[in-house]
């Protein structure tokens, strides 16, 4: 179930043509209400965001919309003012089939960074779309399976508040090491949706709190793409009183959105380009939870843990090297690290030899590992994976 | 040549039976002259350095020294107390062997981090070090190749200011991404000598503004080790008048210091693990010399850029990636990047198609890339290399 799990939203996707292999690479989410949809988003920090995330921000301004066109094949960027007018284009046509205005459609490319996107086909395929949208779970599955590129499979989650769903999906395999930054300005793209009546606000709130730092504790490669971008649309079509910031509503609301949000951080590390094990590190006892999310993302990030994993190669040393190069602040003399719950870092020191249940942990599908700093209350959980030939194989020799 | 080839030195590196290989593993270098030599380093900064780091710091307190020892098998890092006393025996071995004091004694360890070094072999093989000592270019070429590790070629350089001879060894193949700083706190490590008679406050100059740029702007896996460490010594055997900093001297001598390390550093992105190609990135127009390293390293650390090189593909989307991705201050507009003298971003947008020189470019055993950021005065030039299925093997296959 995903975007299509909560009421109010109808989705599809279908073939446009603008990809190579003839996979679907055009998707649609339309809000199935009245009004447009309260909306908020975060969007990557790259020095070159793509055109539709421009024009995204331009859209989310009034913090509603309408529908959501995401193409993959190209990401429309690097692609100048020619990119950003055919961004433009793609939500008047949208705007033109749905019947709707121009600013209430948000626009996600994925894909090749330079080519011009194919807007002949696209606007081709939007009819056909629009014809397919559906309420069903397979209307949200078709919207998932759409916008991926090199990823191997739809990742869906949902989740529920009481009588208020969360549904939402996320595609990325490569360039995935988000640093999005709420309504400034991914290619990692995820699309959140509920049937809550919440207003923007309450989303912007919930998308600053909960869903920036989940994607920002997930990394492939430690790539924030030109086109990273997480969408949190709420229909209101469960009815009831507005749910607005800083509410016990809200919060629960929250609650359900970080649910979702972590499910498809697991989904996205586990269909990594190359990806053979999932490596989950949890950090406690950091300065704060920024400095927590900073030694995590370090290990996670490192070449030499990654191999390591790939290899079920327990090395504490590597661990040891990634949590002291992080440029977090900390008692050296006060770290422990943990693999399969057996230390094998202690007061700073690495155990020899590392205790067998901690060798065979590395061994498993996901490897956790657990780093205590001793040096406050921040914590973070951060999502990862190995690095295997296939991800070198997958990138040197395919342009993606 | 390397640190033979100023006069006052000698050199000789052995097999101690540190590492299981049998391999040369115990390298020692004196200064060959009635005082101790003056001297200068620059350290990891790493949050856990090893112990020889540590004693090395202290060591160098009063800018003098008299020997350096390199063992190569273990790194004596995440070692704790342990660790320290093994570091200070180490150094009372050396010095009992050649007359002089323990604190004239630098000691550096390169190899898995976590295991003790052993200690008794290590000073079973220091008589045979000290009797193979020669100021000759086997014994700089022997010194350079008793401290490798998974490096499969000794790395050396020389150069000369008039009558001032200087010369330099390095070693590292992984783990490398050093984030030196002088005099406080590498698995690279780097030894320069000179015959100059520069004073030690002009040797901490040289390092601070010549040799720390220099080995910061290399990068194999992005990774500072825990006993990254830069020495420059000075024996005066040269004769004359006293080198002291901010002269014409020490300006003329740190140009032939520069030139050894920029030699050294290419010669190990060369020799990285698993290396196929070296890529060069020279970045101008950045708001200061800081900014456009960082610019650098983020291209030459990039996964995505890494394995593109691997394979010989001329992706302009990833090199706007990896140049957006930097956290470096510039107008986007105003960017562009040369690849084989051909530009593939021009303000800021990717050309499509790639021209064909680029293109050839990308497939030479040295691919050279230009980042013009048109945003100030800055510049670096950082030295890297692919990403290839080799250096995934090397690290998951074998515990280093």
Redesign the interface.
Known sequence: MSVTFPRGFRAAGVVAGLKESGRPDLALLVADVDAPAAAAGAFTT???PAAPVTLAIEHLRGGRARAVVVNSGQ?N????APGMQDARATAAAVADVLGCQPDEVLVCSTG?????VRLDRLRDGLPGAAGALSTDPGGGEAFARAILTTDTRAKQASASAGAWRVGGCVKGA??IGP?LAPAELGTMLAFLTTDAPATPEALAAIVAERVVPAFNSVTV??????NDTVLLLASGAAGGDAVLPGTPGAAALGEAVAAVCEDLARQLVADAEGASRVLVVHVEGAEDDEAARAVGLAVAS???VK??V??G?P????F???????GAA?D?AGVRVLLGGEAV?E??????PVPEKAERAMSEPEVVLRVELGSGPGAATVFGCD???G???I???Y?T
Chains 1, 2 share one sequence.
Do not use: K, W
């Open positions: 790259n020095a070159f990401a960027a690097g692609t100048g090749v960074i330079g080519p011009r490569g360039m640093r490669d430690a790539c924030p793409s030109t490192s070449p030499l191999t390591a790939a290899g190669d090395n504490p040393g590597r040891l090297q990634a949590v002291g190069a992080s900390f050296p870092i007061r700073g020191i690495v155990a020899e690095l295997t030939e991800y070198v194989e990138n040197a020799r342009h």
